[in-house]
């Protein structure tokens, strides 16, 4: 049984642009996209944003923050959605009385981990090229050739330290070379 089996969500309906939650805000909970696209982020004190995640429908967000008391990102909905919470409180009572629940949440937080790690290995190529390249390949699906995509590639270009310029530049570059071939919500890996 997962975490949020036999927890009861609130459900809440976003616009787009509209702020679920603030760093710094108290921890309510965690939440699971049921329509719609959430972006977790991070502003700089530049100004600059920082993409952590995209979360996508039945994707959970912000399990980590069941262990603080404030969020730590803010998380924007990119589109209009509808999430569901579930509150921090009955969360934290399942953990502790549930094995099965906290084994599940160590395997979704392991996962998630293993994927940051992957996109800080990403942002460590220095060659837009090869960054971008190497996470068509990180992506591709079952045939190792296919990367198909359910967001918009500007938020791709973020996920992976490019402006869209730069991540559009490089798609036409790699399309013009033959080592790609872009299509409708996917590319193909020559």
């Given at each position: 049984?997962?975490?949020?089996?036999?927890i009861?969500p609130?459900i809440?309906r976003?616009?787009?642009?509209?702020t679920?939650?603030a760093?710094g805000?108290?921890?309510?909970?965690?939440?699971e996209?049921?329509?719609g696209?959430?972006?977790?982020?991070?502003?700089g004190?530049d100004?600059?944003?920082?993409a952590?995640?995209?979360a996508g429908?039945g994707?959970?967000?912000?399990e980590?923050?069941?262990?603080?008391?404030?969020?730590h990102c803010?998380a924007?909905?990119?589109?209009?959605?509808?999430?569901?919470?579930?509150?921090?409180a009955a969360?934290?009572?399942?953990?502790?009385?549930?094995?099965?629940?906290r084994?599940?949440?160590?395997?979704d937080?392991?996962?998630?981990?293993?994927?940051?790690?992957s996109?800080?290995?990403l942002?460590?190529?220095?060659s837009?090229r090869e960054r971008?390249?190497?996470?068509?390949?990180a992506?591709?699906g079952?045939?190792?050739?296919t990367v198909?995509f359910?967001?918009s590639?500007r938020?791709?270009a973020?996920?992976?330290?490019?402006?869209?310029?730069a991540?559009?530049?490089?798609?036409?570059r790699l399309e013009?070379?033959?080592?790609?071939e872009?299509k409708?919500?996917r590319?193909?890996?020559?």
């Amino acid at each position: 049984m997962g975490l949020h089996d036999e927890i009861d969500p609130a459900i809440r309906r976003l616009a787009a642009g509209e702020t679920l939650f603030a760093a710094g805000d108290e921890t309510r909970g965690f939440f699971e996209v049921r329509t719609g696209r959430v972006r977790l982020m991070r502003f700089g004190a530049d100004g600059r944003e920082t993409a952590l995640f995209t979360a996508g429908p039945g994707e959970r967000f912000a399990e980590a923050s069941l262990f603080a008391a404030r969020y730590h990102c803010d998380a924007i909905a990119l589109s209009d959605a509808v999430v569901a919470c579930f509150p921090r409180a009955a969360c934290l009572a399942r953990l502790n009385d549930d094995a099965p629940a906290r084994f599940d949440l160590t395997a979704d937080l392991a996962r998630q981990v293993m994927m940051l790690r992957s996109r800080l290995t990403l942002r460590d190529i220095r060659s837009a090229r090869e960054r971008v390249l190497a996470f068509l390949v990180a992506e591709a699906g079952d045939d190792g050739r296919t990367v198909a995509f359910g967001g918009s590639l500007r938020e791709i270009a973020s996920a992976i330290g490019l402006t869209p310029e730069a991540f559009y530049r490089t798609l036409a570059r790699l399309e013009s070379e033959g080592a790609i071939e872009r299509k409708a919500g996917r590319i193909v890996l020559a």
